[in-house]
């Protein structure tokens, strides 16, 4: 046999997948998913039991689709398996490292299980180990590392091979703040220097909110939206106004102006109304109707979006 | 180097990628450095050590009785077990030693659910079974062989006529080979079936022990009971008389296991019989593997 080596297309986009459906017995965990992700740090949302585990495992070739397609660096996950996962790294959700061996005996021992020759497994084990900060700490057996230590051991295992993806399943799962700042910390730039396509699966909006520059939110397994994190965030053209009393008369006087003024707030405050900022600039209308109409005004604040707008 | 201790950034692998063939290698020499206790603690290194050092010994020793017993004079030093006869000999140690280590592969990889970092690597699930059924095979293999070893050149050594001995000891060379490699696949099989089951040590070390040597006691005593139709064939259920039968065969001669041997059942059926138990373990324990939640 002498078939070329299966090696991810320089071009190819990093992920894509077209009208991906998973059924399992009783369930559909992923349904007409379409998708196409480029570089960069991908927070991947959605509740438990979204379908982003089932989603990762189904890139990483370790589940089969139903039915639509997948490919990932331009190789078909459910083919090549083997081939690709040479380049993708994997963080899994839960600590899965075996306490009574050293973190540079495994993560070496993956490495050339990722395809490395020995003696790069044993260089980039020792590169990847000073770069999550256990280089003091490599030749003591992990069952004395503290959580996270043990958590950024097993992002080594997954950036040990210089990966084009790194698949992360709720990395900072059980971390305490300085412990989850730090992992978010190396996630961040294991993406931006390292050049390593990230896909972050998390249920932490402000955790993906935090590190990552493009967003797929997922529910139950149907894409709610793609695209990056700005266009979440943004403001959204409206703008809350809140007065102390008489916000019916106001809702009347802006009107009366030619201003889009609703008395029905989203947070079903009784004291609050909602003005569209489209076209006309109603700063000053408010202003004047309020003045007109002696209302006590607590504020005029411009509305963004938040990630959890998403969810609602 | 200058002596620096700068950060040197995140450097890039833009060497090669060996593919799956490389991983399972590493995963079979990984493993097999792990059945000998290399780089493990000291203590895990006595078992390895005594399962090989052991059986090494006494064949050096029933070497040196066949030759102090021959140059004596003695007529039945054809007795003193020599290649055909060592195995039975020594078949505590091979049962012993997949005993403490079959678990020892592929528990800790279980129980740390570890073997989720594996089969998100260059390897299939199966390759993880056969990676770790070659390493625990190769393990028992040297165990098994040293002592022919010691045997072949105390043989040599001790007749005459050297091209004569080297000739004889070459004549034996296929059934040596034959029977150490069917012989340390079946019992690593058998051990590795066994240990899939549970992550729990102790349990799968019990287990195996229960699987290797329990069926030759009962079978012992079902044949020995000479209860006659067709009660002789529970040998075939005896994975100890199948294995020893198989050695039989190899060498051509007549079992000393008790119950193989009290069955009045073929040495060629036993082997068969034992290729088949180990046939059906190996794919036990890869289709365990296939399943296995990791």
Redesign the interface.
């Known amino acids: 046999m002498t078939a070329q080596p299966i090696e991810p297309g320089p071009d190819a986009p990093v992920v894509r997948v077209d009208a991906l459906t998973k059924r399992f017995e009783t369930v559909t965990a992923l349904d007409d998913l379409t998708l196409e992700l480029g570089r960069g740090i991908i927070g991947l949302v959605g509740a438990n039991g979204a379908g982003k585990s089932t989603l990762i495992k189904i890139l990483l070739g370790l589940l089969p689709a139903t039915s639509g397609s997948v490919a990932v660096l331009g190789i078909d996950p459910a083919v090549h398996g083997t081939a690709l996962r040479q380049y993708v790294g994997y963080m899994p959700e839960h600590n899965v490292m075996p306490p009574d061996i050293s973190a540079t005996e495994l993560v070496a021992h993956l490495a050339q299980l990722s395809g490395l020759p020995s003696a790069a497994a044993r260089e980039r084990t020792s590169d990847v180990l000073r770069h999550v900060g256990l280089y003091e700490e490599r030749y003591r057996p992990i069952g004395g590392y503290s959580t996270g230590m043990r958590q950024r051991a097993q992002l080594a295992q997954a950036i040990v091979h210089d990966p084009r993806l790194l698949l992360l399943d709720e990395p900072t799962n059980g971390l305490d703040p300085s412990g989850r700042d730090e992992m978010l910390d190396l996630i961040q730039r294991t993406g931006q220097e390292f050049g390593i396509t990230v896909i972050l699966a998390s249920h932490l909006l402000g955790e993906i909110e935090q590190v990552c520059d493009f967003l797929v939110a997922i529910d139950a397994g149907k894409l709610l939206r793609a695209d990056a994190m700005s266009a979440f965030t943004s403001e959204t053209g409206i703008l809350t106004v809140e007065v102390e009393h008489g916000r019916d008369a106001l809702v009347a006087a802006l009107t009366a102006r030619g201003v889009r003024a609703t008395a029905a707030p989203a947070d079903g405050d009784a004291r609050a109304l909602q003005v569209a900022l489209d076209g006309i600039e109603p700063y000053d209308l408010i202003r004047d109707a309020v003045a007109e109409l002696e209302l006590p005004l607590i504020r005029i604040e411009n509305r963004r979006h938040t990630l959890e707008d998403l969810f609602r | 180097m200058t002596g620096s201790i700068y950060d040197?950034?995140?450097?890039?692998?833009d060497?090669?990628?060996?593919?799956?063939r490389?991983?399972v290698v590493?995963?079979f020499r990984?493993s097999l450095r792990s059945v000998f206790g290399i780089?493990r603690s000291g203590r895990a290194k006595i078992l390895p050590f005594i399962c090989i050092g052991l059986p090494t010994l006494i064949a050096a020793i029933l070497v040196a009785v066949r030759a102090l017993a021959g140059r004596a004079g003695f007529e039945n030093v054809q007795l003193v077990p020599g290649h055909d006869g060592i195995y039975p000999v020594i078949a505590v140690f091979p049962t012993l030693f997949v005993a403490a280590q079959a678990p020892e592969l592929l528990g800790?990889?279980q129980?740390?659910?570890?073997?989720?970092?594996?089969?998100?690597?260059?390897?299939?699930r199966p390759d993880y079974a056969i990676g770790k059924l070659l390493a625990l095979s190769v393990g028992v293999g040297v165990i098994l062989i040293l002592p022919h070893l010691v045997t072949t050149i105390g043989t040599i050594l001790l007749t005459a006529d050297t091209v004569k001995g080297i000739t004889k000891e070459l004549g034996l060379l296929p059934a040596v080979v034959g029977s150490t490699v069917v012989i340390a696949v079946v019992t690593s099989a058998i051990a590795l079936a066994v240990a899939s089951l549970t992550s729990r040590r102790a349990y799968a070390t019990a287990a195996i022990f229960g699987v290797l040597i329990i069926p030759d006691i009962v079978a012992t005593v079902v044949i020995g009971l000479d209860l006659g139709g067709v009660s002789q064939w529970v040998v075939l259920f005896d994975i100890g008389a199948l294995i020893d039968g198989a050695n039989a065969w190899f060498f051509g001669v007549i079992t000393t296991n008790q119950a193989a041997f009290g069955s009045g059942v073929p040495a060629g059926i036993l082997t068969l019989a034992a290729l088949v138990v180990g046939a059906a373990a190996t794919g036990f324990l890869v289709v365990r593997y296939q399943r296995i939640a990791a």
């Open positions: 040197l950034g995140y450097r890039r692998y060497g090669p990628r060996l593919g799956r490389h991983a590493a995963l990984h780089g800790r990889d129980r740390y659910r570890t073997l989720t970092l594996y089969f998100s690597r260059a390897l299939h």
